[in-house]
Nanobody, 121 residues
Framework: QVQLVESGGGLVQAGGSLRLSCAAS????????MTWYRQAPGKQRELVAK???????VYADSVKGRFTISRDNAKNTVYLQMNSLKLEDTAVYYC???????????????WGQGTQVTVSS
């Protein structure tokens, strides 16, 4: 069994900062890419930032220069540092990880339960 648990969401004023964490636990052989998505009310889920096992990062244009994704492979944890938050960053943020549970098995995508980020004016 594999579980992803997000934390760090909350209410923050525009211009403020939050740091999200997502820890993977359970039967894990390796983790490939780890990705943050978000979904605002009435909108489709969108990719926010992605980091590969080698540390290569990808960001949505809307968050470039404001958000930073990082990971601690020893802790099976991915982080999202969010600075200069805007009203439009309000959403539920989800963690996704490509995880191989056993050697020689394929990797599968796992999702966290989501954490609410609300930016107020």
């Amino acid at each position: 069994q594999v579980q992803l648990v997000e934390s760090g969401g909350g209410l923050v004023q525009a211009g403020g900062s939050l740091r999200l964490s997502c820890a993977a636990s359970g039967s894990i052989f390796s983790i490939n890419a780890m990705t943050w998505y978000r979904q605002a009310p009435g909108k489709q889920r969108e990719l926010v930032a992605k980091i590969t096992s080698g540390g290569t990062t990808v960001y949505a244009d809307s968050v470039k220069g404001r958000f930073t994704i990082s990971r601690d492979n020893a802790k099976n944890t991915v982080y999202l540092q969010m600075n200069s938050l805007k009203l439009e960053d309000t959403a539920v943020y989800y963690c996704n990880a490509e995880i191989t549970r056993l050697r020689y098995e394929p990797a599968y995508a796992y999702w966290g339960q989501g954490t609410q980020v609300t930016v107020s004016s």
